[in-house]
């Protein structure tokens, strides 16, 4: 199996900074993207930020200039700095990576289990 464990969420004002991460670990042979994605009660999982394997980044729109996502393949973990955060922030953050658990297994969506990021205005 495959675990994404999330780490770095937390309460923090406008304007303040935090680091995301978001470690894998299990039986993996490679990870392709890995991403942030976030969701608020009553409105579907957003895509916030992506990173492939090679290192190419896509953002959403929202978050352009203020966040920037990461990773570092000997470790299997992906990040996501997030600076001049606003209260629309506000959300449970989710890591995501497609993962290849052997060499002859089809690439396996998995998510971590949520870290709660509150922006106070």
């Known amino acids: 199996q495959v675990q994404l464990v999330e780490s770095g969420g937390g309460l923090v004002q406008a304007g303040g900074s935090l680091r995301l991460s978001c470690a894998a670990s299990?039986?993996?042979?490679?990870?392709?993207?890995m991403g942030w994605y976030r969701q608020t009660p009553g409105k579907q999982r957003e895509l916030v930020a992506t990173?492939?394997?090679?290192?190419?980044?896509g953002y959403a729109d929202s978050v352009k200039d203020r966040f920037t996502i990461s990773r570092d393949n000997a470790k299997n973990t992906v990040y996501l700095q997030m600076n001049s955060l606003k209260a629309e922030d506000t959300a449970v953050y989710y890591c995501?990576?497609?993962?290849?658990?052997?060499?002859?297994?089809?690439?396996?969506?998995?998510w971590g289990q949520g870290t709660q990021v509150t922006v106070s205005s």
């Open positions: 990173i492939a394997s090679g290192g190419s980044t």
């Open positions: 299990g039986m993996i042979f490679s990870i392709n993207a």
């Open positions: 995501n990576a497609a993962v290849r658990r052997t060499p002859s297994v089809v690439l396996l969506n998995y």
